[in-house]
């Protein structure tokens, strides 16, 4: 009423009266009910119906009355008689009380709106949460997704409104697949407005929706309103100056497993669907393993013996064969493309015992998860799944164990795996990927509903993006393939000859990675573009590499002097020479028995 008097100043003097229903707890004894009942009724539907808003002040506008015994028992009591008896007459009271309560709820109108509570299913009573899994079985995952339900059924048939502000994971989450396609069933999103969680002041998104009743054929549109939009000031205007409205049939989202409203999905990845697989469908893609105590289970490689870790196993048994206690560990890490992130090691001895038995010394459950162990040492194309600047995907080797940040695609031979590698890095790709995943967390639930081109002719020159990669990598002490300072393996007059070659090998090396790369985003581009019969453009993807300057690279050479120093490394054999607990100047000398440059003693 208030907000009608701002806007129409005059509003008051049209004598419109507020309906407003405040939702009463209301509930009867056996006695009170049976008074109530009709004769010959469904006593336990009407029971049911007159107990229904027990917890009123729990479930509110959610409960579902039933509109013909609303009517029926409407007519029933306006014919009992209370004798004169006080209590009975109460009871009646009560029952009317009821009856218009039920009128509100099972009413139609022409339009419903709300901003309802957010609150997932972990957070509710069991009262709520049975309530919700009766009643709401495709939006019980959230309150303010039962409201989307409830709102939707509230309206007229034909030209009713529903406007709501909820949370947006109903718009992409796979718990919510059901219940898009039931709303798309009984009505259509007009407008949506994806908001920025910086509006509100909230953890997640928000969705602005309109829905309509009846309109079959209307297309819906959807846009953005961005942090960047909210950040400038108030918004004027929906959408914001500038913003891209899509519009589309809702009816296209069916065909993407899990039915997501993925409205911003490049129209090239979207077209795929009709008659592609996706990547889940034609490759394993796993989740791997959780420690539980990573600080007990996992190491940087430079933290234990050489000796004591295995590299480049083919599978567990291999493994075990070794008896070695330490094995490389994909944990994730800072996104990366094609190679790299290979730091860390895992205590997988005696096929991980130590692991899968940690949390049970008291009688207890396992704390860890061993995930898909049959796929540990197999070669895959991983990705990290946190990623701000969207996801890098990387080849790693066979030998390898894999957490369950560094989730990973597990194609059979190395064609395939160098094919989705240089796919899944396309710029399309990766635009797909931030749709499906718009909190730039990407599971594997994310990568394998992505649509698939089988096959492809891009690995040669994948295979040398890795290699040129990998190149880079091994020239970093942290890398364990590192075999001795760029610096020095290079011949040269001078240092200051060194250091220029060195720098300008790496810049040759990074303008050939760029261009590669480039001609792998057009590749894969042109035949998106080819196989879904839609045309678009992609902008080419800048260079995201620096050459070392000369200050990096003589700081890597004085550590690498050190490392001379102490007989890490020798002038005369390249990589690692004493790199485990215990080891002696005579086990140095034992690998390289005239050195150029000779460790001291101690």
């Known amino acids: ?7 129409q100043r005059t509003f008051f ?11 009463d707890p209301i509930s009867f004894t056996p006695d009170e009910i ?61 029952a009317k009380r009821v009856i218009g309560q039920a009128e509100y709820l099972s009413s139609r109108y022409s339009v419903a709106i709300a901003n309802p509570p957010y609150m997932g299913t972990r957070n509710m009573g069991d009262a709520l949460r049975r309530f919700a899994e009766r009643w709401y079985p495709t939006s019980a995952g959230d309150l303010c997704t039962m409201f989307v339900d409830r709102a939707v059924s509230m309206i007229r048939g034909r030209g009713g409104l529903a406007a709501l502000v909820v949370s947006e994971s109903w718009l992409f989450n796979a718990t919510y697949e059901d219940m898009r ?21 909230v953890r997640l998104n928000t969705a602005a929706s309109i829905l309509a009743r009846g309109a079959r054929d209307a297309r819906s549109q959807f846009f953005r309103v961005g942090q960047e939009h909210i950040s400038s000031g108030p918004l004027l205007a929906l959408p914001p100056s500038g913003e891209t409205v899509y519009a589309v049939s809702v009816e296209e989202f069916l065909q993407v497993p899990g039915g997501a409203f993925i409205f911003d999905m490049p129209a090239p990845l979207l077209a795929l669907y009709e008659n592609h697989p996706t990547i889940g469908a034609v490759f394993d893609v796993k989740q791997g393993l959780a420690t539980a105590d990573n600080s007990r289970f996992v190491r940087l490689w430079w933290e234990v013996g050489r ?33 790299g992130n290979q730091e860390h090691v895992v205590n997988w001895e005696d096929d991980g015992r130590e692991i899968r038995v940690f949390g049970t010394e008291d009688g207890g459950r396992p704390r860890s998860a061993v995930r898909n162990p049959t796929f540990y040492f197999r070669p895959s194309v991983s990705w990290s799944n946190i990623g701000l600047n969207g ?11 894999f957490d369950v940040a560094g989730m990973s695609a597990f194609p059979t031979s190395e064609k395939a795996r160098l094919n989705l590698l240089g796919y899944l890095n396309s710029t399309l790709l990766r635009q797909g990927l931030d749709v499906l995943a718009p909190t730039f967390n990407y599971q594997v639930g994310d990568v ?20 040129l990669s990998r190149a880079r990598w091994a020239e970093a002490e942290t890398s364990h393939e590192f075999s001795a300072s760029t610096v020095v393996s290079r011949g040269g007059s001078s ?73 890490r490394y020798s002038l005369n054999q390249p990589g690692l020479i004493l790199a485990d607990q215990g080891a002696t100047v005579q086990d140095y000398l034992a690998k390289v028995p005239n050195p150029t440059f000779a460790p001291d003693k101690d």
């Open 307 to 339: 000796d004591r870790i295995a590299y480049g196993c083919s599978d567990g048994a291999a493994a075990s064969k070794t008896r070695k206690r330490w094995f490389p560990y994909n944990k994730g890490g800072t996104p990366v493309p094609w190679w």
């Open 34 to 94: 049976d008074f109530l009942l009709t004769p010959g009724g469904d006593k336990h539907a009407e029971a049911v119906f007159w107990n229904q808003f027990e917890h009123a002040d729990t479930f509110g506008s959610l409960i579902q009355p039933d509109s013909e015994l609303t009517v029926r028992l409407k007519q029933h009591i306006a014919h009992l008689d209370d004798h004169g008896d006080i209590l009975l007459a109460d009871v009646l009271d009560w």
């Open 495 to 567: 240092l200051a000859e060194r250091v220029q070659w060195v720098m300008r090998t790496e810049r040759d090396r990074i303008i050939e990675l760029h261009h590669l790369e480039t001609e792998s985003d057009a590749y894969w581009t042109a035949r998106i573009a080819a196989s879904s019969a839609v045309q678009t453009h992609v902008e080419p993807q800048s260079s995201r590499l620096q050459s070392s300057s000369a200050s990096e690279l003589m700081g890597d050479l004085l550590s690498y002097a050190v490392g001379c120093m102490f007989g």
């Open 448 to 467: 394998t509903r992505l649509p698939l081109l089988e096959g492809g002719a891009d690995n040669d020159r994948v295979r040398q993006l890795v290699d």
């Open 391 to 401: 996801a890098r995907f990387r080849l790693i080797p066979n030998g390898f164990v």
């Open 13 to 23: 003097n049209k004598q419109i009266e507020p309906n407003v229903c405040v939702l």
């Open 1 to 7: 009423t208030m907000r009608a008097r701002s806007k």
């Open 181 to 201: 396609r039931e709303i798309v069933r009984r009505a259509r999103p007009l407008v949506t407005a994806c908001i920025d969680k910086s509006a509100f002041g």
